[in-house]
């Protein structure tokens, strides 16, 4: 099993571009969510999802859209790069209720935004 | 408020000694998960341990424990025989009630000295 994989690893982005952040899992995991992580802050969480086709905001959602139309897959879309929006973001995803088990972190995208 | 608070920014300990990492939270929830994250230099995050609200017995994986103390909501972290490679950002978490995700604290930076 790959795990959970994210593309890319780097990216640098002008302010007003957009782009998608790409997220995947080979473990049919139904709970999945995006975490941004920046200095002295730990990480925040973006979007989540409970299985395909349903996701939900979480703390710091604006800015950021997500879609869930398969299992596997959990892209998070900026939809216009700001500078307050450079991060590092990872994906996550756990077999169950993430109050029972542990989630599992891709290795994490670092954006850049000028 | 659901809330994990990570008093340590830094801590220092010498090879070989235990060590403490403290964590508190607040949740009005009775069923919740409790979770400890490693995360070295390299930055991936690494999962270390997990206690369910409703275990009666500290969990303990190898070298890792989890002092939990439910009444004065505290989930330490501790650390016997401290290794060069314990050297890391670590970070308490918690899933709360319906556990969609995962609420992080600011973490504590960990250096480990021979």
């Known amino acids: 099993n790959a795990g959970v994989t994210q593309t890319p690893k780097f990216q640098v982005l002008k302010t007003g571009q957009s782009m998608t952040l790409q997220c995947a899992q080979d473990?049919?995991?139904?709970?999945m969510s995006w975490y941004r992580q920046d200095p002295g802050m730990g990480l925040r969480l973006i979007h989540y999802?409970?299985?395909?086709?349903?996701?939900d905001q979480g703390e710091v959602p604006n800015g950021y859209n997500v879609s869930r139309s398969t299992t596997e897959d959990f892209p998070l879309r900026l939809l216009s790069a700001a500078p307050s929006q450079t991060s590092v973001y990872f994906c996550a995803s756990s077999w169950g209720q993430p109050r029972d088990n542990e989630q599992f972190f891709g290795p994490g995208t670092r954006l850049t935004v000028l | 408020a659901q809330k994990i608070t990570q008093t340590q920014p830094g801590m220092f300990v010498q090879e070989k000694e235990a060590v403490t990492l403290d964590c508190t939270y607040d949740?009005?929830?009775?069923?919740?998960?409790l979770f400890w994250y490693k995360q070295p230099s390299s930055g991936e995050m690494i999962f270390l341990i997990y206690q369910g609200s409703y275990d009666e017995q500290n969990a303990t994986e190898g070298r890792y424990s989890l002092n939990f103390q439910k009444a004065r909501k505290s989930a330490n972290l501790v650390i016997s025989a401290s290794q060069l490679g314990d050297s890391a950002m670590y970070f308490c978490?918690?899933?709360?009630?319906?556990?969609?995700?995962?609420?992080f604290g600011k973490g504590t930076t960990l250096s480990v000295s021979s």
């Open positions: 978490a918690m899933s709360p009630g319906a556990g969609t995700a995962l609420i």
């Open positions: 949740t009005s929830d009775q069923s919740y998960g």
């Open positions: 999802s409970v299985g395909a086709g349903i996701t």
């Open positions: 473990m049919n995991h139904e709970y």
